[in-house]
C-alpha cells in the first residue's frame, strides 16, 4: 500500500518560511513525478509545483515562482517544498501527491497518490 505522509505545516507571520516534507513508503518515486497542491477553504484544489522523477524537471504555478522550491531526496524517498516570503493568500491545507508516470503535470486529476495534507496558516 502506498502512503505519503506530510509534515513540517504550522503558523508563520508572513514573511517568514516554512519547509514542507513528504515521505512516501509502499512505492519508490524515482521515475515518477511528485507534486504539491493546496486547497483553501471554500475554494477549489489547485497546483502549486511539480518535480520530476530525477529532479531535473521542475514547475510552479506562478503565484508562488521566486517564492516557492521544491526537491526531492530520491535516497529518503521524500520530497520538500522551500516556501519562503509567505503571504496570508498562502494559507491552505497543503497535499503531496504522486504521479504513476514519469510527465511533470499539474492536474490533480492525473496524481494517484495522495496524502492527508498539513496546514499551512500565514498570519497577517
Known amino acids: 500500500q502506498v502512503q505519503l505522509v506530510e509534515s513540517g505545516g504550522g503558523l508563520v507571520q508572513a514573511g517568514g518560511s516554512l519547509r514542507l516534507s513528504c515521505t512516501a513508503s509502499?512505492?519508490?518515486?524515482?521515475?515518477?513525478?511528485m507534486g504539491w497542491f493546496r486547497q483553501a477553504p471554500g475554494k477549489e484544489r489547485e497546483f502549486v509545483a511539480v518535480?520530476?522523477?530525477?529532479?531535473?524537471?521542475?514547475a510552479y504555478t506562478d503565484s508562488v515562482k521566486g517564492r516557492f522550491t521544491i526537491s526531492k531526496n530520491n535516497a529518503k524517498n521524500t520530497a520538500y517544498l522551500q516556501m519562503n516570503s509567505l503571504k496570508p493568500e498562502d494559507t491552505a491545507l497543503y497535499f503531496c501527491?504522486?504521479?504513476?508516470?514519469?510527465?511533470?503535470?499539474?492536474?490533480?486529476?492525473?496524481?494517484?497518490?495522495w496524502g492527508q495534507g498539513t496546514q499551512v496558516t500565514v498570519s497577517s
Open positions: 518535480i520530476s522523477g530525477n529532479g531535473g524537471t521542475t
Open positions: 509502499g512505492r519508490t518515486f524515482t521515475k515518477s513525478a
Open positions: 501527491a504522486g504521479r504513476m508516470g514519469f510527465a511533470t503535470l499539474t492536474s490533480a486529476n492525473d496524481y494517484a497518490y
